[in-house]
């Protein structure tokens, strides 16, 4: 079992919150304990997160600055061909509005779509960190690549 413990501004700090989160979502997480400490007038939540070691399907690369999950080992065959899928329609979303494909979802969003089948905006609102904004705006066209693909209609 390996610790780790995580810092996190109790009035957010989306970059602190995302290390944490992209933390949890990559290593297998035996246990999470918080505690919030009041240092003056900057109180913290601070995480101490006990792991296991390997934590299987983590790639680690020396070249980038966080390790990397490989969604073909984590995701059944099925899963991996709508994960794609996913990701196109994502890249095609971030290219009309001009945005970076992470700020319209993250790997970790499309991999959950895929493996959950998501049908209604309501299930797109369960993944962790995809929210109404992100839903609101291009929930809509994940949902109907996921009913094409389920009804077996090409896109």
């Known amino acids: 079992m390996q610790f780790y413990i995580f810092s996190v501004p109790a009035h957010g700090d989306p970059q602190a919150m995302e290390e944490l989160n992209h933390f949890l ?3 297998r997480v035996v246990d999470v304990r918080k505690e919030l400490v009041n240092h003056g007038n900057n109180p913290t939540w601070t995480f101490c997160v006990e792991c296991l070691e390997h934590a299987p399907n983590v790639v680690k690369n020396p070249k980038a600055k ?3 999950i490989d969604y073909k080992d984590v995701l059944n065959a099925e899963d991996f061909s709508l994960f794609q899928k996913l990701r196109e329609k994502r890249k095609q979303l971030a290219l009309k509005d001009g945005s970076p494909v992470w700020s319209v979802a993250n790997n970790a969003h499309i991999a959950a779509m895929a ?3 998501c049908q209604s905006k309501a299930e797109l609102l369960k993944i962790d960190g995809f929210g ?3 839903v609101d705006k291009h929930g809509q066209a994940f949902l109907e690549l996921i009913k094409n693909e389920k009804s077996g209609k090409a896109d």
Do not use: I, M, P
Request: no cysteine; proline share 0%; charged share 50%.
């Open 115 to 117: 493996q959950a089948r």
């Open 132 to 134: 109404e904004s992100k």
């Open 66 to 68: 966080e390790s990397k």
């Open 25 to 27: 979502r990559a290593n």
